[in-house]
């Protein structure tokens, strides 16, 4: 039930994504290690990846492509605003 919630989530925001010509957004298999969601995604539907994009997650070198946040805060504003609707 709650993995079928979180999809319908992503599923909205692939929507947003596409109606800001950003291109769609789809369910990726984690590579490995703990996400911040898993802590909770036994309770809760959600996302994970609504941040920043960029390489080396929580090590040494790690890497935030900065011109992809206005792209990022785009799609997150925008979805908040469709769940509360």
Same mark, same amino acid.
């Given at each position: 039930m709650l993995r079928m919630r979180s999809y319908a989530?992503?599923?909205q925001l692939d929507a947003v994504s596409r109606d800001l010509h950003f291109g769609g957004v789809g369910a990726e298999e984690p590579l490995g290690g703990a996400? $911040?969601?898993s802590e909770i995604?036994?309770?809760v539907?959600?996302?994970e990846d609504l941040g920043g994009i960029g390489t080396g $997650?929580?090590?040494r070198g790690e890497y935030v492509d900065l011109s992809t946040k206005p792209m990022q805060i785009k799609? +997150? +504003?925008?979805?908040?605003?469709?769940?509360t609707r």
């Open positions: 989530l992503l599923h996400t $911040d969601l995604a036994h309770l539907p959600g996302l $997650d929580h090590a799609r +997150a +504003a925008l979805l908040i605003y469709r769940l």
